[in-house]
């Protein structure tokens, strides 16, 4: 006769099924909410939309709302969600990566490298259309991860080598980036504005270019979150549980290198969205990358998105460049997420 499970079995084995049921409806919600914010995206701008009305821009008419909310709205509305999704995984898995819960995509050199690469090419190159220099802003990504890569010890790379290295090659970047922009006004006057951060010059030649990058860098994020779950736990514990350490770094940072890459590439540097979107998903799904790293894909495009609603609102009928609401919105979180991991640490 088959004996009933002891009840404090039963209460164990359903506490992890429901924990997955609360994370799984969650993911869901924040999938409503992204839903809602591009809504949000393709009505609020200089000219005001109903829900009707861009229902009829996107479908139906070809006239003025299609002109508005085609033209003007649903290419930002796409670069957003895409470019926020890519912040918000790279920065995930950075965190992961490092072992730093206040790791962001900067901290290996990343937005460095874009912002030099895209200075060059307008100083010296002549290039000037954003279709141009997107190509060597990812380049100059791409460089930079592989360097820091090689830099940070290759096989032997470690969290803390690659953030010294990466530490010290974004210090050298931007000294040339100041010393070139101050010899040449024009290249001065063209990357104000790039390296505030904005989605208004996307189109779909932009979102072309950038998609298969972010789709590539996206399937790297997911298949190493597995590993990466045994990477956080240290080496030595990641070997016992039979992590490859060298494959998973050298996969984590071409992830992070392609998402980050070409969202920069795109919208140019967007500071805090890589930050605070991991960070803040972490409280409540816990340490494992397998839900971190969708939460991240979802509600970083709600926080970038979001941002951007808030800047057109702000300068109506002008409007705010969406880098300067993240960084109004992250710097006083990011104080306040060092000031309470030093408490905690105290």
């Known amino acids: 006769m088959l004996m009933d499970r002891p009840p404090e079995k039963s209460a164990a084995a359903a506490a992890p099924r429901g924990r997955r049921a609360m994370r799984a409806a969650g993911l869901v919600l924040s999938v409503g909410v992204l839903a809602c914010v591009m809504v949000a995206s393709l009505a609020i701008g200089a000219k ?64 460095a490298g874009a912002s030099a690469a895209v200075v060059t090419a307008l100083t010296f190159f002549g290039v000037g259309s954003l279709t141009g220099y997107v190509w060597f802003a990812f380049a100059g990504a791409a460089g930079v991860g592989v360097l820091v890569y090689l830099l940070g010890g290759s096989r032997g790379a470690t969290p803390v080598r690659l953030a010294l290295a990466g530490t010290a090659i974004t210090a050298a970047l931007y000294g040339y980036l100041e010393a070139v922009m101050i010899m040449d006004n024009a290249a001065l006057g063209k990357m104000r504005f790039w390296t505030v951060g904005s989605l208004a010059s996307a189109n779909a030649t932009t979102i072309g270019q950038v998609l298969p990058f972010i789709a590539v860098g996206t399937v790297l994020a997911l298949a190493v979150a597995r590993p990466l779950n045994a990477v956080a736990m240290g ?48 409280s409540f799904t816990g340490p494992d990358m397998r839900w971190i790293l969708p939460y991240a894909g979802v509600l970083a495009p709600v926080l970038l998105l979001g941002s951007d609603v808030v800047g057109r609102l702000l300068a109506r009928p002008a409007e705010l460049q969406v880098g300067v609401i993240t960084a109004v919105i992250g710097g006083p979180v990011f104080i306040l997420l060092v000031r309470r991991r030093r408490v905690v640490q105290l």
């Open 235 to 282: 080496d030595d514990t990641a070997r016992a549980l039979g992590a490859h350490l060298t494959r998973t770094r050298a996969l984590s940072m071409l992830a992070a290198t392609l998402l980050c890459g070409a969202a920069t590439a795109a919208c140019g540097p967007i500071a805090f969205v890589g930050l605070m979107v991991p960070h803040a998903v972490r």
């Open 48 to 111: 005001q939309l109903s829900v009707g009305q861009v229902w009829h821009g996107l479908f139906q008419d070809s006239g003025s709302y299609g002109d508005v909310v085609v033209a003007e709205r649903l290419w930002r509305t796409v670069l957003g969600l895409l470019a926020g999704a890519a912040l918000g995984l790279a920065g995930a898995v950075l965190q992961a990566l490092t072992r730093n819960p206040l790791a962001d995509p900067g901290l290996l050199g990343i937005n």
